[in-house]
């Protein structure tokens, strides 16, 4: 799994007036918590745009006064009126501890609705899950090779292993619809049907 590194200077003092004082210099607030201690710290906005600017799953090795803390992303507070990353959360990874994580789908194969003509739509792009820190990855491998036109595929469906996925079960994630194209040419068969039998019944010799 993928891994970005953040050298983090410990926050000591707190309030509105410490934190208006880190902004002025380009620094972020933020905290890491989830592990025997809650730690205050702040860097660099540049030092968190890698796990913050991306759909990707990651994790983040801290570190603060010469310790490293592994950790995920958990929140994100923007600024309203200039959208700058005005303060980050962390979960700490502590190895007995199940954490909850939003991991990426990714959609694998061609449906064989879509070799019937139909087309792909993908409904969700991520599930939540429950599990030990030693069973996060990347993301979750969802084979969509046996999706048939107008089926759907849902969250029940998805196969995680040694992870709980909150999502309510029944929830589509992905699904094979038809295309106008398909539409209109299912709508053409009955009446080109319908009119080549015309002839062939006008052509039949009358029963005596």
Do not use: W
Not at 134 to 147: G, P, Q, R, S, T
Request: positive net charge.
């Amino acid at each position: 799994m993928k891994s970005i590194t953040i050298e983090g200077q410990l926050r000591t003092e707190s309030g509105k007036k410490a934190t208006r004082q880190l902004r002025s210099q380009h620094l972020v607030p933020a905290v890491i918590y989830g592990g025997n201690t809650e730690i205050n710290f702040s860097a660099p906005a540049s030092a968190f745009k890698n796990i913050v600017y991306t759909s990707e799953f990651m994790t983040a090795n801290i570190t603060i006064d010469g310790k490293t803390y592994s950790c995920i992303l958990k929140d994100l507070q923007f600024d309203k009126v200039s959208d700058a990353l005005n303060h980050i959360d962390f979960l700490e990874l502590v190895g007995d501890k199940k954490v909850i994580a939003s991991l990426p789908l990714k959609y694998t194969g061609t449906p064989a609705g879509v070799k019937a003509g139909g087309k792909l739509v993908t409904k969700m792009k991520s599930i939540k899950v429950k599990t030990l820190p030693k069973y996060l990855k990347e993301f979750i491998e969802v084979d969509i090779n046996a999706l048939e036109l107008n089926e759907n595929l849902r969250v029940e469906d998805i196969q995680a292993d040694n992870m709980e996925i909150l999502n309510s079960p029944r929830i589509p994630i992905a699904s094979v619809t038809m295309t106008r194209q398909l539409k209109q040419e299912e709508a053409a068969a009955p009446k080109a049907t319908a009119t080549a039998a015309a002839p062939a019944a006008a052509a039949a010799p009358a029963k005596k």
